[in-house]
């Protein structure tokens, strides 16, 4: 049997450049497909930060609602904004390999980092803004909301000095100026640079298809880091930043959570043999929890439910 898979997408320019993606990659191994774009409500409401939204997977539910319903057989998500528990009856159908992980600045000119005046700098995340805080603690961290392309004319716009992205994400619209500099100090969001196509549970078609796009070890690396989170988070977003890579057969971890004003943290790094990664991710978290990450995640639980 065959059929033509539809394709749920958002209508950002990166996320119809992700879905494109994965619709040639289909036709690569023979199934046909059709994109169908549908704007979400993380989309929809810019004017508050994300986290004041107090909602995990804004960027996603829309799609899965369209995918439940039967609108739609697949979706292509970042994998970053999934949120770590997926909904009843959709599952991970494909982790595409792994672009770029980390943040890069966007920035005017890069005198400020030279002088002593505190500098403005943007960003809606607070895992980015708790680790530019912690490193450059006189700085003022900004909001910034909207889709990637909205940033860059906001940063264009606004009297700041610079803006943090996905290298990733600025990639692949080729909007990544020349001179954006690549911030590895700041552990990235779990599974970012990773794209992951989700299906529902019982469409096998479908799963058989997208099953053919998995690159393991990206899966396993997104994995490990998205069991650090969700072991963490208990639902709430919070400054947390994680990295799995997997090299020689072996896979490097580390993992962060940070307090809001980036002052406090508690990390952990770990090498495991690939063959033993499974449970390291939820592992990892637990001994952040006993180390200081539980007293951690409590005020950021307080500070968030303050806002609601
Ligand atoms: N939060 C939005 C988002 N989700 C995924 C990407 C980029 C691609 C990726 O990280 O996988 C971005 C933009 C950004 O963080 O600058």
């Not at 796009?213 to 969700?230: C, I, M, P, Q, Y």
Request: hydrophobic fraction near 40%; glycine fraction near 8%.
């Amino acid at each position: 049997m065959s059929k033509i898979i539809r394709i749920g997408t958002r209508d950002s320019e990166l996320a119809l450049w992700q879905a494109t993606t994965v619709q040639q990659r289909l036709a690569e191994i023979g199934y046909d497909s059709t994109l169908i774009p549908i704007k979400s409500a993380g989309d929809q409401v810019l004017d508050k930060p994300l986290y004041e939204l107090g909602i995990t997977g804004i960027f996603t539910k829309t799609l899965d609602v369209a995918m439940l319903k039967g609108q739609v057989d697949i979706a292509v998500h970042s994998m970053k904004d999934v949120p770590t528990q997926l909904p009843q009856g959709i599952v991970q159908g494909a982790v595409l390999e792994r672009a770029v992980t980390h943040d890069i600045l966007v920035h005017k000119g890069l005198d400020f980092l030279e002088n002593d005046s505190p500098s403005t700098i943007a960003t809606g995340s607070l895992r980015r803004k708790a680790q530019w805080l912690n490193k450059y603690p006189n700085d003022r961290v900004v909001d910034l909301r909207g889709n990637v392309n909205t940033r860059l004319l906001k940063l264009i716009e606004n009297d700041w000095q610079g803006a943090i992205f996905a290298k990733a994400g600025l990639e692949r619209i080729k909007l990544l100026p020349k001179d954006a500099v690549l911030l590895d100090w700041i552990i990235p969001a779990p599974a970012q640079g990773a794209m992951l196509v989700v299906a529902l549970e019982n469409d096998d078609f479908t799963r058989t298809a997208v099953e053919k796009l998995n690159h393991k070890e990206s899966e396993l690396a997104t994995g490990v880091e998205r069991d650090f989170l969700r072991t963490l988070e208990g639902g709430c977003t919070a400054p947390i930043g994680a990295l799995a890579r997997c090299e020689n057969e072996k896979l490097h971890f580390e993992g962060v959570v940070f307090s809001l004003d980036g002052k406090q943290k508690v990390e952990i790094k770990k090498t495991v043999p690939l063959k033993s990664a499974d449970g390291l991710g939820t592992m990892c978290a637990n001994e952040v929890l006993k180390n200081g990450g539980q007293q951690l995640m409590e005020s950021i639980r307080n500070a968030n439910s303050a806002l609601h």
